[in-house]
């Protein structure tokens, strides 16, 4: 099969998909066939992404919510409006920015109700259509989860718990054709950092990446694709580091 067409027939929910790296796996998947659920709490937002999609003629659903608190939603809402469900990417994620004396256990229990509580209901309320049609999950963690400095302790926590939950997932899951991996970004070029950094924060940050560049969410997308796709059928509780060797080092 071509590879513009590995996903034709076949339905994924994006949490987080309306911007960032969500938005370009949405992209991605749609462009090789897929109908696209994306989820994030603002709806404008997903409208906006939804209708570019539609725009050129992909299959685009925006669902408003919170994966915190809506994951059961969020699912039966992409059931009901797509007819099924064959991949789950667990993108959507949260931070504290906060240094580990300044965090209360109500901003740290937030962290982990966003980046791994929701993931784990996700999961949980996805899985009779995973098992279904021999679908997978793909959550997208962080070179947090093993080394660097940027985020908080909070979110590297729930990095590397959710990095833990993904492989012992895949073996409970396995049995039933289900497969369960992750992606571990380095840096990626994507807006919300334009709206909270300086200006030149990627160029200074250049001379530290082994490559010499800022990854781009396309970077992160062409490899959900590859995971998501029955090319990669025999490969599960797999972490797939995509760095520009930061983490090499
Ligand atoms: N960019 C990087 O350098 C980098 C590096 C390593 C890992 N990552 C990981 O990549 C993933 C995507 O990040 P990004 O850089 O693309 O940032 P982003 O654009 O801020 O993406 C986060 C998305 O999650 C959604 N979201 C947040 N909280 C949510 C909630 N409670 N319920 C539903 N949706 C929620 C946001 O939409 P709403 O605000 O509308 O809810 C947003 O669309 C995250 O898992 C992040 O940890 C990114």
């Keep these: ?52 999609l539609q725009a050129q003629g992909y299959s685009a659903l925006a669902i408003a919510g919170d994966i915190a ?16 469900l064959d991949v789950l990417v667990n993108n959507a994620a949260t931070s504290a920015g906060m240094e580990v ?17 929701a993931a784990f209901e996700l999961v ?16 997208i963690s962080s070179i ?31 049995i039933h054709g289900v497969r369960s991996n992750v992606i571990r970004p380095g840096l990626i070029h994507t807006e919300a950092f334009d709206a909270n950094m300086p200006p030149d924060f990627f160029e200074s940050q250049v001379p530290f990446i082994p490559l010499r560049q800022i990854g781009q969410p396309e970077d992160i997308a062409h490899a959900a694709a590859f ?10 509780g797999a972490i797939l580091t995509i760095d520009g060797g930061e983490s090499a080092k």
């Design 124 to 139: 949980r309320a996805t899985l009779p259509y995973l098992i279904a049609c021999r679908g997978n999950v793909l959550h």
């Design 69 to 84: 608190t809506d994951a059961a939603k969020i699912v039966n809402s992409t059931v009901q409006n797509l007819g099924r």
């Design 1 to 52: 099969m071509a590879a513009n067409q590995r996903f034709m027939g076949k339905v994924a929910l994006i949490t987080g998909g309306g911007t960032g790296i969500g938005a370009a796996i949405a992209t991605q998947l749609a462009a090789e066939g897929a109908a696209v659920a994306i989820c994030g709490r603002r709806s404008d937002v997903l409208q906006q992404k939804a209708a570019e």
């Design 101 to 117: 004396d300044e965090l209360s256990l109500p901003v740290w229990r937030q962290v982990l109700a966003v980046n791994l509580d």
């Design 144 to 174: 947090s989860a093993i080394a660097g400095e940027f985020d908080d302790v909070a979110y590297a926590t729930s990095k590397a718990g959710l990095e833990g939950f993904s492989r012992r997932l895949a073996l409970d899951v396995a």
């Design 227 to 236: 995971l998501c796709s029955d090319e990669a059928r025999f490969i599960t």
